[in-house]
Nanobody
Framework: QVQLAESGGGLVQAGDSLRLSCAAS????????MGWFRQAPGKEREIVAA????????YHADSVKGRFTISRDNGKNTGYLQMNSLKPEDTAIYYC????????????WGQGTQVTVSS
């Protein structure tokens, strides 16, 4: 079993930066792909970014491309989402998730961290 815990959310102004962290328990983190999702009030949850087990391959949604960067440190069992040039529309609860490569779904989820961007 893997437990994920996000941190780093908060209230910032438009144009500011935040770095979210996702700490994973257990020794299997390096075997898991990792992703960041977000859900804004009244909207469906959407994927923001994803990263392969080794960190070599990444994906970023068009809405955050060029502003957000996903990364990971397998030695620290931690994933990150660096968010720059934040916009009010980035306001949401951000979740990290992890899955095995042959899994058809995201197997593990964190509790989420609130990010609020004021204009």
């Amino acid at each position: 079993q893997v437990q994920l815990a996000e941190s780093g959310g908060g209230l910032v102004q438009a144009g500011d930066s935040l770095r979210l962290s996702c700490a994973a328990s257990g020794s299997t983190f390096s075997r898991l792909a990792m992703g960041w999702f977000r859900q804004a009030p009244g909207k469906e949850r959407e994927i923001v970014a994803a990263i392969s087990r080794s960190g070599v391959s990444t994906y970023h949604a068009d809405s955050v491309k060029g502003r957000f960067t996903i990364s990971r440190d397998n030695g620290k069992n931690t994933g990150y989402l660096q968010m720059n040039s934040l916009k009010p529309e980035d306001t949401a609860i951000y979740y990290c998730a992890a899955r095995f490569m042959d899994s058809g779904k995201w197997d593990y989820w964190g509790q989420g961290t609130q990010v609020t961007v004021s204009s």
